[in-house]
């Protein structure tokens, strides 16, 4: 997995960095990896950086990624950068109510940061 998965303490945000194309294969052992971040932390939130323009693979890789983050019951999403395409998927899922969750799009990460600080 090329990816990185950390949490940021002084925001108590778990982070999700795309460094490739994301893939099916990496759905599972990234969302594993959020998990455990996650454990016993006061909030269920994410930033999803995707400021290098890449893709996700296909339609399954989305579905999956959408049953993950129901799993997780990750609470608000940060997305920070992005495609235009991958921008709209996400819109779209979050608006149709297919992804139970809430989601802005913003610049730069401390713009995300600050959001989900506010929807505490």
Do not use: C
């Not at 899922?93 to 929807?119: C, H, P, Q, R």
């Amino acid at each position: 997995m090329v990816h990185e998965v950390r949490y940021d303490a002084a925001n108590e945000v778990a982070v999700l960095e795309f460094k490739n194309h994301f893939l099916l294969v990496d759905v599972e052992p990234i969302f594993q990896l959020v998990k455990e971040i996650l454990e016993g932390k006061p909030y269920r939130q994410l930033i999803v950086i995707m400021s290098n323009n890449h893709d996700i693979e296909n339609r399954e890789t989305r579905e999956a990624t959408t049953g993950a983050l129901s799993r997780l019951s990750i609470a608000n999403i940060g997305f920070v950068g992005g495609n235009a395409a991958n921008r709209m998927i996400a819109r779209v899922l979050i608006k149709t109510g297919m992804v139970k969750l809430n989601g802005e799009f913003f610049k730069n990460y401390d713009e995300a940061a600050a959001w989900l600080k506010s929807k505490r």
